[in-house]
């Protein structure tokens, strides 16, 4: 996972998956970047940022991530007056990053510096804010054992094991196998923590939160890290005064969620019968395809009964067929893919977009070009308002990927609404910048009139750049 990839989970709060699957297909040639060629962009960004927001009078503008990656990557790449404008458009409404504008860091007594400061803060979203924003720029400068160290000061359980979370997986990549798991149990003392910060939990106990954060270390390989959640949870389960709270029906589902087949199995055994039952079992008929032969486990996957589910395993399993060398084994395995997204009214351009990933990650291209031609038919069909736009988002970036960059943007243009838009020039200048293609993308992100939308391209082009550049630890 690139720097760049968990940063930006870091600043949603949001749980850690991949965004932007596989490396690129097409390449004009290698991307190579100097700081210079970054900031310059970087303005671009910026400039466009802050034009939307002069636009809107201030009204729904760019997310609360965008200016703080915005400001993180002045930070790193600009100069203090590169930061003038953005300053004065945002500090009343975003204020965090505006104040580590001005408190830049380099070294970890800068950091320690500033952390001093912030803990002066009495308002805890305040402080936590400023917080999650000085680890967001550790993480990028390589610092992950003082991430981690500040990480634990966050005054929300919520907020600190998302953090605790996103750098445990880092240390892990890095093969720091001690310090990864010192944050790992971090990080589940927080989600236990979560059970006394009464509002953050209304809506999922603190259970579910913690079979979230076995979900997330799943999706990130860290699959020892996800066990050792569950096992957590399945402590508290056996202990009589948490019982009410944490439940074999609980540890069920967040089995499931990691993949951990032997605990789900156990789990639904002593659960009992309860109202989401059936959907669990169908999840534990999902697993029991993936960890078994693929010619077995594509007969199980034939029996999910949701269309959408059973696209998705078939997906997995085509995949570890092409992985063996049985790519006509993954043709066919994908054509009941596709055969199970064409049972779907709603998301069904959504799964043939996936198939065509699929397709494309196992070598199929020329199945790939048929399916994404196949699903530009159905989404002009398509009487789902947002699942067209969607759906046009998702094409125009598996095109961007096979270097059909022009193409891309021609299906770019069907979208009516400018976020959407954005959202997809977005991802066709990253992956055309990707493919060393990024003097093409700046010329094009340039003539863009619209400011959202110009704002969009080049936030593409930085984000690709920066993971070019983010190869080691930032000077």
Same mark, same amino acid.
């Given at each position: 996972?690139?720097?760049?990839?968990?940063?930006?989970?870091?600043?949603?709060?949001?749980?850690?998956?991949?965004?932007?699957?596989?490396?690129?297909?097409?390449?004009?040639?290698?991307?190579?970047?100097?700081?210079?060629?970054?900031?310059?962009?970087?303005?671009?960004?910026?400039?466009?940022?802050?034009?939307?927001?002069?636009?809107?009078?201030?009204?729904?503008?760019?997310?609360?991530?965008?200016?703080?990656?915005?400001?993180?990557?002045?930070?790193?790449?600009?100069?203090?007056?590169?930061?003038?404008?953005?300053?004065?458009?945002?500090?009343?409404?975003?204020?965090?990053?505006?104040?580590?504008?001005?408190?830049?860091?380099?070294?970890?007594?800068?950091?320690?510096?500033?952390?001093?400061?912030?803990?002066?803060?009495?308002?805890?979203?305040?402080?936590?804010?400023?917080?999650?924003?000085?680890?967001?720029?550790?993480?990028?400068?390589?610092?992950?054992?003082?991430?981690?160290?500040?990480?634990?000061?966050?005054?929300?359980?919520?907020?600190?094991?998302?953090?605790?979370?996103?750098?445990?997986?880092?240390?892990?990549?890095?093969?720091?196998?001690?310090?990864?798991?010192?944050?790992?149990?971090?990080?589940?003392?927080?989600?236990?923590?979560?059970?006394?910060?009464?509002?953050?939990?209304?809506?999922?106990?603190?259970?579910?939160?913690?079979?979230?954060?076995?979900?997330?270390?799943?999706?990130?390989?860290?699959?020892?890290?996800?066990?050792?959640?569950?096992?957590?949870?399945?402590?508290?389960?056996?202990?009589?005064?948490?019982?009410?709270?944490?439940?074999?029906?609980?540890?069920?589902?967040?089995?499931?969620?990691?993949?951990?087949?032997?605990?789900?199995?156990?789990?639904?055994?002593?659960?009992?019968?309860?109202?989401?039952?059936?959907?669990?079992?169908?999840?534990?008929?999902?697993?029991?395809?993936?960890?078994?032969?693929?010619?077995?486990?594509?007969?199980?996957?034939?029996?999910?009964?949701?269309?959408?589910?059973?696209?998705?395993?078939?997906?997995?399993? !085509?995949?570890? %067929?092409?992985?063996? =060398? *049985?790519?006509? +084994? $993954?043709?066919? @395995? /994908?054509?009941? &893919? #596709?055969?199970?997204?064409?049972?779907?009214?709603?998301?069904?351009?959504?799964?043939?977009?996936?198939? !065509?990933?699929? %397709?494309?990650?196992? =070598? *199929?291209?020329? +199945? $790939?070009?048929? @399916? /994404?031609?196949? &699903? #530009?038919?159905?989404?002009?069909?398509?009487?789902?308002?947002?699942?067209?736009?969607?759906?046009?988002?998702?094409?125009?970036?598996?095109?961007?990927?096979?270097?059909?960059?022009?193409?891309?943007?021609?299906?770019?243009?069907?979208?009516?609404?400018?976020?959407?838009?954005?959202?997809?020039?977005?991802?066709?200048?990253?992956?055309?910048?990707?493919?060393?293609?990024?003097?093409?993308?700046?010329?094009?992100?340039?003539?863009?009139?619209?400011?959202?939308?110009?704002?969009?391209?080049?936030?593409?082009?930085?984000?690709?750049?920066?993971?070019?550049?983010?190869?080691?630890?930032?000077?």
């Amino acid at each position: 996972m690139s720097r760049f990839a968990a940063l930006t989970v870091f600043l949603l709060g949001a749980s850690l998956a991949p965004t932007r699957p596989y490396a690129a297909q097409t390449s004009c040639g290698t991307l190579s970047v100097s700081r210079e060629q970054m900031r310059a962009v970087v303005l671009q960004a910026r400039d466009a940022l802050v034009e939307f927001e002069r636009q809107e009078h201030g009204g729904n503008t760019g997310t609360e991530t965008e200016i703080h990656q915005l400001v993180l990557w002045l930070l790193l790449y600009g100069e203090q007056r590169d930061l003038i404008p953005v300053r004065q458009a945002f500090l009343r409404d975003y204020p965090a990053p505006m104040r580590d504008a001005l408190e830049p860091a380099s070294t970890l007594q800068d950091f320690a510096s500033r952390a001093r400061r912030i803990e002066n803060e009495t308002n805890d979203y305040l402080h936590d804010d400023d917080l999650n924003f000085m680890i967001s720029e550790e993480i990028a400068r390589g610092m992950l054992d003082d991430a981690s160290r500040w990480a634990a000061e966050i005054r929300s359980p919520v907020q600190r094991m998302r953090s605790l979370n996103t750098i445990a997986i880092l240390q892990h990549e890095n093969h720091q196998d001690a310090a990864s798991m010192a944050t790992v149990d971090a990080a589940i003392q927080a989600g236990f923590d979560t059970r006394d910060s009464g509002p953050e939990v209304i809506i999922r106990s603190a259970q579910g939160i913690l079979s979230g954060l076995a979900a997330s270390f799943h999706s990130a390989g860290f699959d020892e890290a996800a066990r050792r959640v569950l096992e957590r949870e399945r402590c508290e389960v056996e202990s009589v005064s948490q019982a009410r709270e944490f439940t074999w029906e609980g540890l069920a589902s967040g089995a499931v969620q990691a993949a951990d087949l032997p605990l789900d199995e156990e789990a639904l055994a002593k659960a009992g019968d309860f109202m989401n039952r059936a959907s669990l079992e169908e999840g534990v008929k999902q697993l029991r395809a993936l960890q078994t032969n693929p010619q077995e486990g594509v007969r199980i996957a034939l029996t999910v009964a949701d269309p959408s589910a059973r696209a998705k395993t078939l997906c997995a399993l !085509a995949e570890r %067929q092409a992985s063996a =060398g *049985d790519r006509q +084994g $993954a043709a066919a @395995t /994908l054509q009941q &893919a #596709l055969a199970a997204a064409n049972e779907m009214d709603q998301f069904r351009v959504d799964t043939m977009v996936d198939v !065509a990933w699929t %397709q494309i990650h196992t =070598g *199929d291209l020329e +199945g $790939a070009e048929k @399916t /994404l031609k196949w &699903a #530009l038919e159905a989404n002009e069909d398509g009487q789902w308002i947002g699942d067209k736009d969607r759906g046009w988002i998702g094409i125009a970036e598996a095109l961007a990927f096979l270097g059909q960059f022009e193409r891309a943007r021609r299906v770019a243009g069907e979208i009516d609404d400018h976020s959407d838009k954005a959202e997809a020039l977005n991802a066709i200048a990253y992956r055309q910048t990707s493919a060393g293609c990024a003097r093409d993308a700046i010329a094009w992100a340039s003539r863009l009139e619209q400011p959202e939308e110009r704002k969009g391209a080049f936030f593409g082009i930085a984000t690709a750049m920066f993971e070019s550049l983010g190869s080691g630890p930032i000077k």
